[in-house]
């Protein structure tokens, strides 16, 4: 099936340093989310991002996150600078549509802050 | 305000049980409503839709949903070990998509 792309698997950063999670999203979708979940617990939203332009974020998107997709690159997640409960799993999704069609995930980058 | 509340958070239920899982949402513009499975350590997989009021069989899961009281269920039979996921709940319109947090499941042989 469609399959969502996310680099690097592991990601181990000192504290205060820029991080920059990337994303390949399924090539014909529209919509781009990222979430974030600590140890197996629930998928937070950060981020959803349409049409060039954040649609919604939640209070977890705090000011040093960002979001961009420069034309036929990357979904990237970038936070500067880091701090130590950053430390999560970050999962990556897109959807052709809105909430009416199907939302596929990507395996996560596991974000390590020391 | 959490837009999906899911209950309850953590069930537990023997190998060849019936597990019972809710999700109601808040937001009365959704009309989509979803089941995400998430296996530990692995990414969410989407498991089952339903888009109208009434019930839907695949195998051993059905889904139930009440559009007047935007509240869906999932119910999986002859429960297996290998159902035991955190299962997640959505809900959306025609542009956004709201997650739960979630009803974790431990089938126990």
């Known amino acids: 099936g469609p399959k969502v792309l996310q680099i690097p698997s592991h990601q181990i950063i000192d504290m205060g340093q820029m991080v920059t999670l990337n994303c390949d999203p399924v090539?014909?979708?529209?919509?781009f989310y990222w979430y974030k979940q600590i140890l197996g617990q629930q998928m937070e939203f950060l981020v959803n991002?349409?049409?060039?332009?954040?649609?919604?974020k939640s209070k977890l998107f705090k000011d040093q996150f960002s979001v961009e997709r420069p034309d036929g690159s990357y979904f990237t997640l970038k936070i500067q600078p880091t701090a130590l409960e950053d430390s999560a799993v970050y999962f990556c999704?897109?959807?052709?549509?809105?909430?009416?069609?199907?939302?596929?995930f990507g395996k996560g980058t596991r974000l390590t802050v020391v | 305000q959490q837009k999906v509340q899911q209950s309850p958070e953590s069930l537990i239920v023997p190998e060849g049980g019936m597990a019972s899982l809710n999700c109601t949402s808040s937001?009365?513009?959704?009309?989509y409503f979803w089941w995400y499975r998430q296996h530990s350590g692995k990414s969410p997989k989407m498991l089952m839709?339903?888009?109208?009021?009434g019930e839907k069989e695949e195998g051993r899961f059905t889904v139930h949903l009440n559009k007047a009281s935007l509240h869906t269920s999932l119910h999986i039979r002859d429960s297996q070990p290998s159902d035991s996921a955190l299962y997640l709940c959505?809900?959306?319109?025609?542009?956004?998509?709201?997650f739960g947090d979630g009803t974790q499941l431990v089938v126990k042989p």
């Open positions: 999704a897109s959807s052709l549509l809105g909430g009416n069609t199907e939302v596929f």
């Open positions: 937001d009365r513009n959704v009309d």
């Open positions: 839709s339903i888009f109208s009021n």
């Open positions: 090539s014909n979708h529209l919509y």
């Open positions: 991002f349409y049409n060039g332009k954040v649609m919604e």
């Open positions: 959505a809900a959306g319109d025609n542009n956004r998509i709201f």
